[in-house]
């Protein structure tokens, strides 16, 4: 497999190209600046905000398998110029539901195997990804509601993308929220059984889990905490004065580098939940597993990673016997 990755000096980029050199395929690691990096390997020149930066993707894109962004820009064009098959790790609502929008606007009248682009993976990481996973596979029935929490390890260091990505939640409303009213993000709070347990509270957050699921029947509310209570505070000041988010990378990263993510129906009670550390890993190597899905495949237009695989797959990919298991619970 020849595999493109956008942004492959990223935090998450660098773990998705050691992750496919590992397991044998060909990847071209591209960036915004060309020539050599920091290490010294090279780097192809992609910027995907220039104004060549369409043209050169779609030439790159001629000569492999699939094309990885992983740089955080988001454009809907890559429906159209990422051909054959597309790896999105975005956790932008608005911009995933463009995104598919774009891939069936490109198809119109055709079929789509005579489409730009056979296959686009909206959302192959952590959240969205594996957490698409658990929410398929919970129990449910149409008009359930199912809650996803989310914690992030703030002894993590998250790369520019994450943080833009959060900083870009303060002030602003969920994208589409199921209730059909508007809900501004990190206002609301929701207190969700862990498999340990424990209660936490969580912050009402956009990840896209309720627009990649539309389709399913049931109602998804997707939430965020950090591990650091403190800290998970302090974002719910921010949510409130905006302003603030200034200072949300220049948060010290000290604590566990532990992640979460649970999702539980609230008819039922039952849920399904993944636990780790360091999700920048995590994301990198799913995102990898992603791509080698869909490489070569049929084309199968917008998919999730719930079309494309399920938990106990992606259980098996992320445990490594140099790393803490990552653990899996059946509430």
Partial sequence: MRALVMGARGAVGRVVVEELRSRGHVVTRAGRDAGKDL???DLTRLDLTA???????????????VVINASGVETPALARYGAPAVVEISATSA????????????VGGTTMSEASVGTVVTGAGLVPGLS???????????????????????????????????????????????????????RQSRRITEPSGRRRRYLRADFPDHVLLADRGVRV??????????????????????????????????????WLVVAQ???????RAARGRRQSW???????????????????GAVTMADLTDAAAAQGRLERPDRQTVAFDHG
Avoid: M, Q
């Fill in 265 to 271: 129906n609230r008819r039922t009670g039952r849920s």
């Fill in 51 to 65: 104004p060549e930066g369409l043209r050169t993707l779609a030439h790159l894109s001629a000569v492999h398998d």
């Fill in 95 to 106: 911009y995933l539901a463009a995104l598919r929008r774009a891939l069936c606007e490109d």
């Fill in 132 to 186: 698409t996973l658990l929410i398929a596979e919970l129990d449910t029935e149409p008009g359930d509601d199912v809650d996803l929490g989310v914690v992030l390890g703030t002894g993590e260091h998250h790369g520019a993308a994450a943080v833009e990505w959060t900083a870009g939640l303060l002030g602003t409303p969920v994208h589409h929220p199921p209730e059909g009213c508007r809900i501004v993000n990190l």
């Fill in 39 to 41: 290490i010294g390997l």
């Fill in 221 to 258: 509310r997707s939430h965020l905490a950090l591990s650091s209570r403190s800290a998970t505070g302090a974002l719910a000041l921010a949510g409130r004065v905006p302003a603030l988010g200034i200072l949300l990378d220049r948060v010290p990263h000290v604590g566990s580098d532990e």
């Fill in 282 to 300: 995590a994301t990198g190597v799913l995102t990898a597993f992603a791509a080698e899905l869909v490489a070569g495949g049929a084309a199968r």
